[in-house]
T-cell receptor, first 108, second 115 residues
């Protein structure tokens, strides 16, 4: 089946640092999404990407839909404590395929 | 309520019992999805509905799992003759449908523990 490979699996950074994570797939996706999950909560949608090459920002977050439609990256600038959580890259439309997540930890 | 709600939030059952998990989607959302999330993993698709019609059930693990949405609103995921391997977080999501389907809003989940 379709699989998404996220890297890194975990990140330990200092507050104020920029963060970069990416995701690759063996299959083409026509839509890429990035979700964030905090402990005890359901995933929350951060950014949706609909076209190859698309670059979209949401506040301090920026994500891009790769030209090949097989990859995407997410950048977070000037990290703050509330950025802590697990970030999932997701491909698909109705039937979403989730990556295994990148766990972000921030040292104050 | 404003978001997707699920009940119960926690369910502990004994192996062999049947369980029913409920999802109440965001008002007006046409599409409803069920996912299962194991600890440390991302959610995995189980099934989804547009209105009352089940569109895709390819992610249901076996025939002990079934779902319904008889009136196109609330949905129930039923697991018959539960097994320990069924223990997981079960998440429901809803979306507007059509071109808005990619933006799925997730509920808090039901944590199922099978003893």
């Amino acid at each position: 089946g379709q699989q998404l490979n996220q890297s890194p699996q975990s990140m330990f950074i200092q507050e104020g640092e920029d963060v970069s994570m990416n995701c690759t797939s063996s299959s083409i996706f026509n839509t890429w999404l990035w979700y964030k999950q905090e402990p005890g909560e359901g995933p929350v949608l951060l950014i949706a990407l609909y076209k190859a090459g698309e670059l979209t920002s949401n506040g301090r977050l920026t994500a891009q839909f790769g030209i090949t439609r097989k990859d995407s990256f997410l950048n977070i600038s000037a990290s703050i404590p509330s950025d802590v959580g697990i970030y999932f890259c997701v491909g698909g439309a109705q039937k979403l395929v989730f990556g295994q997540g990148t766990r972000l930890t921030i040292n104050p | 309520g404003a978001g997707v709600s699920q009940s119960p939030r926690y369910k502990v059952t004994k192996r062999g019992q049947d369980v029913a998990l409920r999802c109440d989607p965001i008002s007006g959302h046409v599409s409803l999805y069920w996912y299962r999330q194991a600890l440390g993993q991302g959610p995995e698709f189980l099934t989804y509905f547009n209105y009352e019609a089940q569109q895709d059930k390819s992610g249901l693990p076996n025939d002990r799992f079934s779902a319904e949405r008889p009136e196109g609103s609330i949905s129930t995921l039923t697991i018959q003759r539960t097994e320990q391997r069924d223990s997981a977080m079960y998440r429901c999501a809803s979306s507007l449908g059509g071109s808005g389907s990619v933006k799925q809003f997730f509920g808090p989940g039901t944590r199922l523990t099978v003893l």
